[in-house]
């Protein structure tokens, strides 16, 4: 007597599986890849270069301004309250001024308050600021906009006191009329 095994079905063999697996496991990651980028959110790109290009011209006016009146200021951040001394040879005090803090990665974290002046000469803010942890730029305005202040970066965390300045080695990069 002969002994004839019939063979196994295809389904029960395991190289069929294995080799099926590779390019099912690349069509899964293809449809979580397009699952991400329809769902997240492209801030960081940015659609019209050259009103970008007249934006950064008009920063660094504002920059400019900045360093013809010596301005300085410090800001300190406790407790969700916010207090800002400004220096330099301002023509009058100035009854507010917009505290705006950027986060670094993520534009949904940014928050913008405006300081107001106390009896003592600071501007401040008592709404209780909340900012989420992560490192920020503090950037410093008055109302009409004709001059700005900007800070290093710096991690929020509890208690902050920064020293917000012109940066002169930027400003030199920078200045108007120039040739580079």
Do not use: C
């Amino acid at each position: 007597m002969s002994d004839h095994t019939l063979p196994r079905h295809w389904s029960r063999e395991p190289w069929p599986w294995i080799l099926m697996a590779l390019p099912a496991s690349a069509v899964v990651a293809g449809f979580v890849t397009l699952w991400l980028a329809i769902q997240s959110d492209n801030s960081m790109v940015v659609d019209d270069y050259y009103k970008e290009g007249k934006a950064i011209n008009q920063r660094i006016a504002r920059d400019a301004r900045a360093s013809e009146l010596g301005l300085g200021a410090q800001v300190s951040l406790r407790d969700g309250r916010l207090g800002v001394a400004l220096t330099g040879a301002l023509t009058e005090p100035l009854a507010a001024v917009s505290v705006r803090f950027v986060h670094v990665a993520h534009a949904q974290h940014d928050r913008e308050v405006m300081a107001l002046a106390a009896p003592d000469g600071r501007l401040v803010f008592d709404g209780g600021l909340d900012l989420v942890p992560g490192r920020y730029r503090v950037h410093l305005e008055p109302p009409a906009r004709d001059w700005r202040l900007v800070s290093e970066v710096f991690e929020a965390a509890g208690s902050t006191a920064l020293q917000l300045s012109v940066r002169a080695a930027e400003m030199a990069r920078y200045r108007v009329g120039d040739p580079k």
